[in-house]
């Protein structure tokens, strides 16, 4: 089910991945991401975003079969393009499927996916999660090869990687943010969808939630290590705040 949003808002996807991974150092219940999904539901999220790994690290196959089920707003399944995550995605037939790169030993996503490189490949995935309804999403780095690349491949939506700005300061990070603006603005251009997201935070959501293409961010991480301190639902309404402050 989707909720009805204004037009110009900035919506807030929330990755869920980490109550997961905290519930899945002790194999038990605790902490459960459905629950944590709910609340963030609660607290303005405009969407749920979750990981299926190969390796289960986090999320699992049941966890996406309850949030198929018990969730109002859209589904984002991340998955990486292989045979498997093919086969799950077109049996629970989320509201959008984000095809990301992944690699067995990386702690994290490690930077956007090459889709102008793997354009063969990934072509077969694309066709067939949007033979089936499901929105497409590329999540990739803010470059115009990789923005033609997931335009050819017809996915109507790319999420850009900011992981890089988040990590950089200064003269750099300027210079970042000045490439996800021109990669932003140039994606538009060509009918791409422009979401982003990968390691914002309080400090650095602000200049990226400030332009006026971009139509989602997906963030997860730093709002779970948040609600540590201050709770999952007011973690998320702060963020909302500082998005819509930006956004304004």
Known sequence: MTTASHPDKLRLGVNIDHVATIRNARGIRHPDPVR??????RAGADGITAHLREDRRHISDEDIASLSDVLSVPLNLEMAATDEMLEIA?????HACCIVPEKRQE???????DAAGQHNRLKHYVDELVRADIRVSLFIDPE???LDAAKSLGAPVTELHTGTYCELSGAPQAEELERIKTATSYGATIGLEMHAGHGLSYDTVGDIAAIPELKELNI????????IFHGLEASIIEMRRLMDEARA
């Open 90 to 94: 077109l049996r629970h037939k989320p």
């Open 36 to 41: 944590a999904a709910g609340l963030a539901v």
């Open 107 to 113: 702690l994290t996503t490690e930077g956007g996916l």
């Open 220 to 227: 997860g991480h730093f709002l779970i290590g948040e609600a």
């Open 144 to 146: 115009k090869d990789q």
